[in-house]
């Protein structure tokens, strides 16, 4: 994966593999409850998808490639709950440090952190909409 650089003001880098892993964790299990990534932006990530990846490992490349991401409602699926952007993640994940988020430390560095899908989850919602909305 091509990595573009994500600089948030903290004393740690942002560890891409961490990152991924941690919305592959949330789209795959954490936050199915609530998104739904409709037909375009399914379309949008198919793009990445390569060298056997899955769907969810194709996110983060199609984000760090320039690409826009709407993130919608699972029940309500016309409705756009969130984008995720290179700029989004970028804003985000400074909020998170700027917090105090202590869901952000999974991401700092790529180890044998301890998270879950629930933790994942609030990752997601936080990179999705700047907040956490559910559960």
């Known amino acids: 994966m091509e990595q573009k650089p994500i600089i948030v ?9 961490m990152l991924n892993d941690v ?11 609530w998104y739904f990534i409709a037909e375009e932006a399914y379309k949008t990530i198919k793009k990445y998808q390569k060298d056997g990846k899955c769907f969810s490992e194709s996110i ?3 984000i760090l490639a320039g690409e826009k991401i709407d993130i919608h409602d ?8 969130g984008t995720l952007s290179l700029e989004t993640l970028q804003e985000r994940l400074q909020k998170m440090a700027d917090d105090c988020r202590p869901e952000i430390s999974i991401i700092y ?5 301890d998270y879950d899908a629930a933790d994942a989850d609030v990752i997601f919602q936080y990179l999705c ?4 909305v559910f559960g």
């Open 60 to 62: 983060l490349p199609a």
């Open 129 to 132: 909409m700047g907040e956490i």
């Open 74 to 81: 699972l029940e309500e699926q016309d409705e756009v709950v």
């Open 109 to 113: 560095q790529y180890s044998d952190e």
């Open 9 to 17: 003001k903290t004393e740690h880098v942002i560890d891409m593999d």
């Open 23 to 33: 919305i592959v964790s949330a789209i795959e299990g954490g936050s199915n409850y």
